[in-house]
Nanobody, 125 residues
Framework: QLQLVESGGGLVQPGGSLRLSCAAT????????IAWFRQVPGKEREGVSA???????RYADSVKGRFTISKDNAKNTFYLQMNSLEPEDTAEYYC???????????????????WGQGTQVTVSA
């Protein structure tokens, strides 16, 4: 059973950067499509970025050019590099994974079967 553990959230000033990490255990990420979602209280969880097992990526329009998803196969870990952060990026961020043959995308959290515990990102002066 795949398990995901996140780290890297925190408080950052507008314009700053953070890198979120999601370490996987129980199976290799080679078999999975992976993604990052975020959620603010009272709103639905929204897709931020996804990485297909073959390297194809997808980003929400709101983060294009600022966020980058990547994966380190040797560490079985994937990342979300967030630059030029804005107060609107404040949210709880979740990593997610699904078997590569099942689904891909950021249209719905229901596409994904495995989730991290979440990490808070706060962008504020």
């Amino acid at each position: 059973q795949l398990q995901l553990v996140e780290s890297g959230g925190g408080l950052v000033q507008p314009g700053g950067s953070l890198r979120l990490s999601c370490a996987a255990t129980g199976n290799t990420l080679d078999y999975y499509n992976i993604a990052w979602f975020r959620q603010v209280p009272g709103k639905e969880r929204e897709g931020v970025s996804a990485l297909r097992h073959n390297g194809f990526t997808r980003y929400a329009d709101s983060v294009k050019g600022r966020f980058t998803i990547s994966k380190d196969n040797a560490k079985n870990t994937f990342y979300l590099q967030m630059n030029s952060l804005e107060p609107e990026d404040t949210a709880e961020y979740y990593c997610a994974a699904v078997l590569a043959t099942k689904a891909f995308g950021i249209s719905s959290p229901n596409l994904y079967d495995f989730w991290g515990q979440g990490t808070q990102v706060t962008v504020s002066a």
